[in-house]
C-alpha cells in the first residue's frame, strides 16, 4: 500500500473577534496484493475535500464553526487466484457535505460549559466494499458489499469542565444518530444457524460474515475526576469512566444491540508527583 496525504490552508488576518481558516486535504492511495491470501482487490482511491472554519471570542462567550465538502473515487480491479475471478471490477463514487457548530462559555475562573452540534459522513473502506476472504484476525471469511452507501451521522454533546485549587472535573454527555451504520453481520443458514465456507486457500472452515447497513443510535457519557488535596498536592488520584451503548433501529436475530461495542470503563490511578515531574501509578480497571 502506497499513500500520499496532502493538505493546504490559510489563515485570514485575525481581527479582534474571529479567526477564520480555509483550506483543502485529501489523500492519494494503492493497494497491489502480493501475499500469498488475498482478503480486498488492488485498488486505487482518490478524496479531496474543502473546508472553512471560524471562530468568535468575546468576553466569556466563545462560538465556532465549520463546514466542509469531500469526494472520494474507489478504482477496485479484477483479479483471479487459482484461474477463478476473486474479484470483479468496480469504481464507486461518494461525496457529502459535513459541518459542525460548538459553543463554550466561562461561567467563572473555575466552571466552564460548553455544547456542539455536528453532521458528518464516512465513505465505506474497501473491506466493506469489496472483501472477499478470510481474516486470520477474527476467524471469520468476509464478504464486502460493493453498493454500500456513506455512513451519514447527527451528533450533539453536551458538557462542563470544573477546575478548582484541589479538584479538576470534567463531564460530558452525547448523542449520536447513524443513517446507513456499516457493520458485521452473520450469514445465516437455512436452519438458522451460522453459515460456514471452506477457505480454499487455506482449506480452514470458516464462518461467513457480511456487511450490512442500518440506522443505529450511539450514546453515552465520560467523566474525568482528579483529586489532589490540600496539603498533599503532590498526590494525583486520578478516576477516569467512560460508557458507551450502541443501539439499532431494528433488532436482528432478536436483539437490537449493536455488537463489538465497548463496555463500560473505569481507571481509576494514583500517582505521586516529584521535584523532577517523575510520576508512579497503580491503575485497576
Known amino acids: 500500500m502506497q499513500t500520499v496525504n496532502y493538505a493546504l490552508s490559510w489563515h485570514l488576518p485575525q481581527t479582534k473577534n474571529f479567526k477564520t481558516t480555509i483550506g483543502v486535504n ?21 478524496d479531496i475535500g474543502g473546508f ?30 487459482g484461474g477463478t475471478e476473486k474479484f470483479s471490477s468496480f ?8 459541518g459542525s457548530a460548538g459553543l463554550s462559555y466561562e461561567v467563572s475562573k473555575n466552571l466552564a460549559l460548553k455544547a456542539n452540534i455536528a453532521r458528518g ?17 477474527t476467524n471469520r471469511y468476509e464478504i464486502g ?16 469542565e470544573l477546575t478548582t485549587e484541589h479538584v479538576a472535573l470534567d463531564a460530558s454527555v452525547f448523542y449520536n444518530r447513524i443513517n446507513n451504520f456499516i457493520f458485521y453481520e452473520r450469514v445465516p443458514n437455512s436452519t438458522g444457524g451460522d453459515s460456514t465456507i471452506t477457505d480454499p486457500e487455506s482449506g480452514d472452515e470458516l464462518n461467513l460474515y457480511r456487511f450490512a447497513q442500518q440506522t443505529a443510535s450511539l ?8 483529586i489532589h488535596p490540600h496539603p498533599l498536592d503532590w498526590l ?21 444491540n449493536i455488537p463489538f461495542v465497548p463496555a463500560a ?6 500517582g505521586e508527583t516529584f521535584c523532577t515531574r517523575a510520576m508512579w501509578s497503580v491503575i485497576s480497571t
Open 26 to 46: 485529501g489523500m492519494y492511495q494503492t493497494n497491489q496484493n502480493k501475499a500469498a491470501e488475498v482478503l480486498i482487490p488492488d485498488y486505487n482511491l482518490f
Open 52 to 81: 472553512v472554519f471560524t471562530q468568535y471570542t468575546k468576553n466569556k462567550l466563545t462560538v465556532s464553526g465549520g463546514i466542509r465538502y469531500d469526494t472520494r473515487h474507489d478504482d477496485g480491479k479484477s483479479m483471479e487466484v
Open 91 to 98: 469504481t464507486r463514487n461518494f461525496s457529502n457535505i459535513s
Open 121 to 137: 459522513f464516512r465513505a465505506p473502506n474497501f473491506a466493506e466494499l469489496a472483501s472477499n476472504g478470510a481474516h486470520e484476525g
Open 145 to 160: 458489499d460493493n453498493s454500500l452507501k456513506s455512513e451519514v451521522s447527527l451528533q450533539g454533546d453536551a458538557g462542563m
Open 219 to 226: 450514546y453515552g457519557a465520560e467523566l474525568s475526576l482528579d
Open 236 to 256: 494525583h488520584f486520578k478516576n477516569t469512566f467512560s460508557y458507551t451503548r450502541g443501539k439499532f433501529a431494528q433488532a436482528l436475530d432478536g436483539s437490537d
Open 265 to 270: 470503563r473505569l481507571i481509576t490511578s494514583l
